[in-house]
């Protein structure tokens, strides 16, 4: 268990509103990623941060943006959302010093978004 | 640039069987490789990781994967799969992205169903 929550778990909402997804954490890491999971896709990397106020793009950033304003939280809001961002959203982290090198990834529990 | 494939996307085995899910993956470096497994509405739990040494490791849950450095393969193995066992399976890669900051590319995943 890597200390991670995402809220909310679930939630529909309707084409152009805005949305923000939280993804918490308890144990203080460094980086922490957006994914998104899509059937036949895997997930792909949104946004990730390497510090408070450090983020950077991933492969499939458009329509997305992020804020970590402290350690603890990172924030993924969609700015007015299409069909196209329905997916289920994972929030990671990267716990340095693992076993696995600078690549060993822990993942929170999901948020499925579904956009009407 | 880093890719990871999953040449099977769904798998049936029944209870009791042996089990192996193929993952090749492309990268110009030594690869750190990952498999995770994502039981039907939950977040995606690390089974077992290799970066270097022997190259047949060991994971949780009596899963163990073999890299084979000339085929650019993972291959994840159960030799007595249970039914607990049914799940999605991802392969991973890490890469690195800038700086210190790093990210996991992942397959499309492999779906198993396990029969009584």
């Known amino acids: 268990d890597a200390g991670i929550t995402q809220s909310p778990r679930h939630k529909v909402t309707e084409t152009g509103t805005p949305v923000t997804l939280r993804c918490h954490q308890t144990?203080?890491?460094?980086?922490m990623y957006w994914y998104r999971q899509d059937p036949g896709h895997g997930l792909r990397l949104i946004h990730y941060s390497y510090g408070v106020k450090d983020t950077d793009k991933g492969e499939v950033s458009d329509g997305y943006s992020v804020s970590r304003s402290k350690t603890e939280d990172f924030l993924l809001t969609l700015e007015s959302a299409t069909s196209s961002q329905t997916s289920v959203y994972f929030c990671?982290?990267?716990?340095?010093?693992?076993?696995?090198?600078?690549?060993?990834?822990?993942f929170g529990p999901g948020t499925r978004l579904t956009v009407t | 640039a880093q890719s990871v494939t999953q040449p099977d996307i769904h798998i049936t085995v029944s209870e009791g069987a042996s089990l192996e899910l193929r993952c090749n993956y492309s990268?110009?470096?030594?690869?750190?490789l990952f498999w995770y497994v994502q039981s039907p509405g939950q977040g995606l739990q690390l089974l077992l990781k290799y970066f270097s040494g022997d190259t047949l490791v060991q994971g949780i849950k009596g899963f163990e994967a073999e890299f084979k450095r000339s085929q650019s393969s993972f291959n994840l193995r159960k030799p007595s799969v249970h039914w607990s066992d049914a799940a999605e399976y991802f392969c991973a890669v890490g890469a690195l992205l800038a700086g210190t900051a790093s990210k996991l590319t992942f397959g499309t995943g492999t779906r198993l169903q396990v029969t009584l």
């Open positions: 144990e203080n890491h460094r980086y």
């Open positions: 990268y110009g470096a030594t690869p750190y």
């Open positions: 990671a982290i990267r716990r340095t010093g693992a076993q696995g090198g600078p690549y060993e990834q822990y």
